[in-house]
T-cell receptor
Framework: DSGVTQTPKHLITATGQRVTLRCSPRSGDLSVYWYQQSLDQGLQFLIQYYNGEERAKGNILERFSAQQFPDLHSELNLSSLELGDSALYFC???????????FGPGTRLTVL | QQPVQSPQAVILREGEDAVINCSSSKALYSVHWYRQKHGEAPVFLMILLKGGEQKGHEKISASFNEKKQQSSLYLTASQLSYSGTYFCGTENGGTYKYIFGTGTRLKVLA
């Protein structure tokens, strides 16, 4: 158990819908990262927050947005969902933004 | 540009050794390695910060050659528990954007 929690574990929804994925980092970690993992794409970095502020953006679509709240938990919002958005979404956290990231168990999103 | 790992997949018998390579077309300032078991989240193994630096984690060690923009992961006397997909990763030159490699699936048979 990494200490990072993600909810929900599974999410099934329809195209065009909007969903919110939630992540609670390890106690004391200030950085939160979001990744998308699909079979043909590997681990794709989406976005990083550090202490409430956006620090880096990766291959995140405009339909996706995220935020980190004052209590350091983070939410990833996915809207106008498409079939291709089906994937495993991981949240990870680290103390200061270094490469030793602790990954949560992931949320498996299925878009029908 | 995503670092390229080789081989893509490897099957070993328990006790055999393996080497996984990670090559980047861009300069590497650090390399980190993760292992992801089937159905689980990636787990951090180690980070290499300097050219030629070698670090170890149990029977797993790694090297990093800055000039060649390459890193290699060495698994010695592999155990069943080593099975999984190994990813190298790097931060894109101070941008805080993390890029993971293409992955190497490793299976250890009894």
């Amino acid at each position: 158990d990494s200490g990072v929690t993600q909810t929900p574990k599974h999410l099934i929804t329809a195209t065009g819908q909007r969903v919110t994925l939630r992540c609670s980092p390890r106690s004391g970690d200030l950085s939160v990262y979001w990744y998308q993992q699909s079979l043909d794409q590997g681990l794709q970095f989406l976005i990083q927050y550090y202490n409430g502020e956006e620090r880096a953006k990766g291959n995140i679509l405009e339909r996706f947005s995220a935020q980190q709240f004052p209590d350091l938990h983070s939410e990833l919002n996915l809207s106008s969902l498409e079939l291709g958005d089906s994937a495993l979404y991981f949240c990870a956290s680290s103390v200061g933004g270094g490469p030793e990231q602790f990954f949560g168990p992931g949320t498996r999103l299925t878009v029908l | 540009q995503q670092p390229v790992q080789s081989p893509q997949a490897v099957i070993l018998r328990e006790g055999e050794d393996a080497v996984i390579n990670c090559s980047s077309s861009k300069a590497l300032y650090s390399v980190h390695w993760y292992r992801q078991k089937h159905g689980e989240a990636p787990v951090f193994l180690m980070i290499l910060l300097k050219g030629g630096e070698q670090k170890g984690h149990e029977k797993i060690s790694a090297s990093f050659n800055e000039k060649k923009q390459q890193s290699s992961l060495y698994l010695t006397a592999s155990q069943l528990s080593y099975s999984g997909t190994y990813f190298c990763g790097t931060e894109n030159g101070g941008t805080y954007k993390y890029i993971f490699g293409t992955g190497t699936r490793l299976k250890v048979l009894a």
